[in-house]
């Protein structure tokens, strides 16, 4: 995508939406590399207490799951260790907490992804009502369309759930950024809006770097990126822990 496409279309480089931001908590971005070959998708995690630092990343069967760096630190484990991207038929699932086999389990059980996520709200952490983000790549005829979802709190009570759903078909150079937080706070302001239009790199290792680089570096966790080849199925990924 040309510099005045990117113009037009209101599209922002990863340095633009992250480097500024010391907290965007967890976030999500899917979307098609420049050169319209192969679908992306990113995921990564922040944390501010000990608790939520002492996290990593691992892959097991294709499949990538957040786990305990100490075990022997482990605080509350209910809203941290998850699975966080998993694969079923021709779908590919990525969420940030255990609603990814909530959106497994509901295919499986033939509802469509916003039937699945009806049964689920934001996070119960209050004062914060951490959003439940989520994403859906779904491949067919040698492309591919995606939905994401934003679970959030009505207001600061937590009264009531707000749902959001967005369709995309794909635009090559173009990812969509959905991200659970606005920046730190105390309580942490929820995510407001559209997700976010951000520039996509035909090179996976780019992609991984230029996210990695922008996150804070006090808060960053670990970013996992996956490169699925359009044409042939294959895949390409990449995993960053900071705690190794």
């Known amino acids: 995508m040309t510099k005045e496409q990117t113009t037009i279309y209101g599209i922002q480089t990863p ?31 922040m944390g501010r207490s000990e608790n939520s630092r002492n996290r990593v990343f691992t892959e097991k069967n294709g499949e990538v799951f957040t786990e305990p760096f100490d075990e022997s630190k482990v605080q509350d484990p209910s809203l941290i260790i998850y699975a966080a991207l998993r694969g ?22 033939g509802k469509t992804f916003t039937e699945a996520l009806e049964s689920r709200e934001f996070e119960p952490d209050a004062p914060n009502f951490t959003p439940r983000i989520s994403g859906m790549l779904t491949f067919a005829d040698g492309d591919f369309t995606y939905q994401m979802s934003i679970l959030k709190s009505a207001d600061a009570a937590g009264s009531a759930c ?16 959905l991200h659970t937080y606005v920046c730190d706070g105390s309580p942490i302001p929820t995510f407001q809006g559209e997700p976010e239009r951000m520039a996509v790199c035909d090179s996976i290792d780019e992609m991984t770097d230029r996210l990695w680089t922008s996150l804070n570096e006090s808060n960053k966790i ?21 705690n190794r």
């Open 222 to 242: 670990s970013l996992y990126v996956r490169y699925v080849d359009l044409a042939t199925g294959k895949t390409e990924n990449r995993l960053v822990n900071k």
């Open 162 to 177: 707000n749902r959001f759903t967005y369709h995309y078909a794909p635009i090559s150079g173009l990812g969509h950024f």
């Open 88 to 109: 079923y038929e021709n779908h590919l699932v990525v969420t940030n907490g255990n609603q990814t086999d909530t959106v497994v389990e509901g295919l499986q059980a």
């Open 15 to 45: 340095e633009e939406l992250l480097e500024n931001n010391t907290y965007p908590g967890r976030g999500i971005v899917i979307g098609k590399t420049p050169d319209g070959k192969k679908a992306m998708t990113a995921y990564f995690i």
